[in-house]
């Protein structure tokens, strides 16, 4: 079974910055196969945010383009999410993905508040 690990989030003034973590365990876990959504507040709909391509390489979403950078540690079982230049609207639930021949499984997501 796949377990999966958020940590890293928190309370940050807007332009500021966060690294967020995704920890997975299980067995023939591939990294490749995470993602990172994000769920606003007042139950909005979950958005992907990042994630890795076929060939391993990481790729991000009009969410949040140009302001986070995905990273894996394979030897630590860890993905990250640097974000950056953080506003108000990044506030939400930031939640870890494992998905692989229609096997799921979420975290219960870090959350992270921008304001002033």
């Known amino acids: 079974q796949v377990h999966v690990v958020e940590s890293g989030g928190g309370s940050v003034q807007p332009r500021g910055s966060l690294r967020l973590s995704c920890v997975v365990s299980?067995?023939?876990?591939?990294?490749?196969?995470v993602n990172w959504y994000r769920q606003p507040p007042a139950n909005q709909a979950i958005e992907l945010v990042a994630?890795?391509?076929?060939?391993?390489?990481?790729i991000d979403t009009p969410a949040m383009r140009g302001r986070v950078t995905l990273s894996r540690n394979d030897a630590e079982r860890t993905v990250y999410l640097d974000m950056k230049n953080l506003q108000p609207e990044d506030t939400a639930l930031y939640l870890c993905?494992?998905?692989?021949?229609?096997?799921?499984?979420w975290g219960e997501g870090t959350q992270v508040t921008v304001s002033s």
């Open positions: 993905n494992w998905f692989r021949d229609g096997a799921r499984a």
């Open positions: 299980g067995p023939d876990v591939d990294l490749k196969d």
């Open positions: 994630g890795f391509a076929h060939d391993g390489s990481p």
